[in-house]
């Protein structure tokens, strides 16, 4: 691993690098801070990254988000330890990935263990109504951000236009989307993106180098996981260490991609949880910190806690642990073994015209996820309609929550007029919500 660093220009245009204790300070921010999905957590790390402290220049942040969207597994988080590699190598990856990961790990487990007692949360959905009206718009800003920087070029507003339309009209799999819109570029060589990095190449890995990172990794991924289904081949925990790396190698297109494989299997295949708590569990993961696919860890504590037929914190816990290490061990995988490649594909036109093709898709797809998560946040019913080949996302008018356009009107004008930052927002709009329910208007 220790050949494993980054090329010899670490840093974008407009900084020096940092120290370690500098870098773990701003990644541990970024993983208090990061609410509201991979877009609003992809725009988090862009402004702090690239805007605030240029550790990563244009060019590097958007080469390495495409190719962090062209993996399996959660992108935001990839990309996060992408910019610790960046700067420090292997050590920095693993500094900003976990940090990233571990603030919303913490809450989702203390929340998974309430919920495992309690059977519900109700003063923490009462908060949640401000979060989600507030986390609308800040995915909005994500989405106006990323548009702003990827859509260059008339084909780049096509490419963004389809993959909303093959999305939410026409319920197209994420993947293919994503597939398509790179082939695209490929073919068109649309590759002339924002290259403002005339870096110095970095020093070729030799393949042996390659090699071994990825021997390395799996062993460090995979083995710990063997050692226990061995160990306990009929206990949840096996089982649980089994789906959940499954999981993490087959659904491409980052955590929206997973949800609808992983809510399928753990309802209807293992029978982990019901329908409505596996709503609960992605309600809880939209509003912490951290990755979306932390919801898996609420499944996996779940599984584990029930196994005996007893609310069983401590083997909750050990589920818990599994699921996030089947979960993002892989990660690292990826990031460690692709990282010293992504400034190379800079310099091949036809590949760096499909990274800007899969770019402009992700647009669409942010702008389809904005949608939909608006619309699950003001009503209670969204489904989508049967019009032949056309499937829209559908709300029933009758289900709306006034409180969320309200609240939502309220984050829009402190976010885009008034600039203020996320935490303040959140604050703001919890705040007025508990104002709501004091008052009586509970919806």
Known sequence: MSDSVPPAATTGIHSSPPDIAELAKVWGRIGILSFGGPAAQIALIHREVVDRRGWLSEAQFLNALSFCMFLPGPEAMQLATYGGWRTHGVAGGLIAGSLFVLPGA?????????????????LVEAAFIGIKAAVVIIVIEALLRVARRALLKPVHWFIAAAAFVALFLFAMPYPLVIVVAGLAGFLLRQGDGPNDDKAEPGKRLPISSTIRTAVTWLAIWLLPLMVLDLAMPEAVLGEIGRFFSLLATVTFGGAYAVLAYMAQEAVETYRWLTASEMIDALGLAETTPGPLILVTEFVGF???ARADGTANIGLGTAGTVVTLWATFAPCFLWIFVGAPFIDEIQKMPRLQGALSGITAAVVGVILNLSVWFGLNA????VERAALGPVQPWVPDLDTLDWRVPLLAAVAAWLILRRHWEIVPVLAANVALVLLIYAAGWSG
């Open 106 to 122: 913490v809450i989702v487990f203390a929340l998974a263990a309430f919920y495992a007692w309690f059977g519900d949360v109700p």
């Open 302 to 304: 779940l599984a584990a």
């Open 378 to 381: 003001a009503f209670g019913t």
